[in-house]
């Protein structure tokens, strides 16, 4: 079985468009390549990744691009355009024609306008991913639901993935913000063909994360969308403001195992292999 982490990212602060990555973060705010999660992804057998943007510029797209031509296991890159420039049709069609070029993702839960994904100037852009059969990766927190339930029904072949579960505020976990959360989540399973990536959860929860926490979402997901629209990822680096790779890879593995061996694997590696269309 081939074994798929779905979304991570590899960065280098020096190059000073990460804005949202906050100074001497002990964490993030240091450089991150292939040969620092090369460990990790041999200890838990993962064989490709998919690896996506994290800063708002064409040239951090072409820096991934550039490291994924250098690096066999990187399999697919989520890049990002300017939604708000038409004249990155071009961009993206540039991009397009690189073989291991998949998608875009923009950074939609850092942007002020909840409904900055409805405006007229940028619709250009969802058209343009379904002529160009890209993919796209729905980043936002649970108040913009709503607003992904429209754009995903007004474009119906376009290849959507949310990311990290829709990012469900489960450190602040109450019966009503799980309802309206698992409510827009089950709207979009049953009404669109969207997948879920089944990652991001522990950067949500609690500093110690447990099972018990994490089991409501996780399950929930994967019963709305089912185990062959469900992806995992890691979110490396991102995850290891809780656990380390290799923790949460566990973590998901126990989430997961009421699953047979034929979903499990959908969930480890037949999903993103399918959705990204990654190459053998």
Same mark, same amino acid.
Not at 199 to 220: F, I, K
């Given at each position: 079985m081939t074994q798929v982490d779905a979304h991570h990212h590899y960065w280098n602060p020096a190059r000073g468009d990460y804005h949202w990555m906050p100074q001497d973060d002990p964490v993030l705010s240091r450089p991150y390549g292939p040969a620092d999660l090369k460990p990790a992804m041999?200890?838990?057998? +993962? =064989?490709?990744?998919?690896?996506? @943007?994290?800063? &708002?510029?064409?040239? #951090?797209t072409e820096y991934l691009l550039g490291i994924a031509d250098a690096t066999p296991h990187v399999a697919g890159v989520v890049g990002w355009v300017d939604f708000e420039k038409p004249?990155?049709?071009?961009?993206?069609?540039?991009?397009?024609?690189?073989?291991?070029?998949?998608?875009?993702?923009?950074?939609i839960q850092d942007i002020e306008d909840d409904a900055w994904m409805l405006r007229p100037d940028i619709q250009w852009a969802f058209q343009a991913?379904?002529?160009?059969?890209?993919?796209?990766?729905?980043?936002?927190?649970?108040?913009?639901?709503?607003?992904?339930?429209?754009?995903?029904?007004?474009?119906?072949?376009?290849?959507?993935? +949310? =990311?990290?579960?829709?990012?469900? @505020?489960?450190? &602040?976990?109450?019966? #009503?913000?799980f309802r309206q959360w698992a409510d827009g989540m089950t709207a979009l399973a049953r009404e669109t063909g969207a997948c879920c990536k089944?990652?991001?959860?522990?950067?949500?929860?609690?500093?110690?994360?447990?099972?018990?926490?994490?089991?409501?979402?996780?399950?929930?997901?994967?019963?709305?969308?089912g185990p062959n629209r469900v992806m995992w990822g890691s979110d490396w680096p991102v995850c290891r403001l809780r656990v380390e790779y290799e923790t949460w890879?566990?973590?998901?593995?126990?989430l997961t195992q009421g699953l047979d061996s034929r979903d499990k694997a959908q969930v480890f590696g037949g999903s993103a292999s399918a959705f990204y269309r990654l190459a053998n």
């Open positions: 041999a200890a838990k057998g +993962i =064989d490709r990744t998919v690896l996506v @943007q994290a800063a &708002a510029t064409l040239e #951090e004249s990155h049709r071009t961009q993206l069609e540039r991009f397009a024609a690189h073989p291991k070029f998949k998608g875009v993702r923009p950074m991913i379904v002529d160009l059969d890209l993919t796209f990766d729905a980043l936002g927190f649970p108040r913009h639901l709503q607003k992904f339930f429209t754009i995903l029904t007004r474009y119906p072949q376009m290849r959507v993935v +949310i =990311d990290h579960c829709m990012k469900p @505020q489960i450190r &602040a976990h109450s019966r #009503e913000s089944l990652s991001g959860l522990v950067t949500e929860a609690s500093e110690n994360p447990t099972l018990p926490d994490l089991r409501p979402y996780a399950d929930h997901v994967l019963d709305v969308f890879f566990d973590i998901a593995e126990s």
